[in-house]
């Protein structure tokens, strides 16, 4: 498993159902467009990232119809691990990416990608912005990470 100094995560402009997405990690790039069927893929990283900072491993998937990729998230105290996987169309499921890192460099990339693109005015018809109380959550977690952090 690497170790991360840098990842960034980017959306685009969703339109008709379809995110527009970039991910980069030290070098590694990958670029997609998620769909938000059958599962809002934004609405899930949020929740994988509420699970993670409490200590739970979750996933969130990306669906691309008919592959997807998998983002799976592990914490071992304070470090955090990133698996990401290609699923394709027959169900075969290939690691492409593992890493690991500290909160502020797996979490707070992730977390300022999903703020940005809750931020930005999109036709509801194009996607659905994060659920005001999943964000609550995941704000109140990463404040508090954060303030732990400051120690």
């Known amino acids: ?33 998620a769909s938000r069927i059958p599962e809002n893929p934004t609405a899930e990283l949020a929740e994988s990232l509420i699970l993670t900072l409490k200590g739970v491993e979750s996933k969130c998937e990306w669906n691309l119809e008919p592959e997807k990729y998998v983002f799976e998230f592990k914490s071992i105290e304070s470090e955090f691990l990133l698996s990401i996987y290609k699923i ?3 169900k075969n499921k290939k690691l492409i990416l593992a890493n690991s890192g500290g909160f502020d460099s797996i979490v707070i990339p992730m977390y300022r990608g999903l703020k940005k693109l809750n931020s930005t005015d999109f036709e509801k018809a194009d996607w659905s912005k994060i659920n005001e109380v999943t964000l609550d959550k995941l704000n109140a977690l990463v404040s508090q990470r954060k303030s732990q952090n400051a120690y």
């Open 88 to 90: 394709d169309g027959q």
């Open 1 to 33: 498993m690497k170790k991360t100094k840098n990842i960034k995560l980017i959306f685009g402009r969703p339109k008709n159902g379809w995110l527009p997405t970039k991910f980069e990690s030290d070098g590694f790039e990958l670029e997609f467009n």
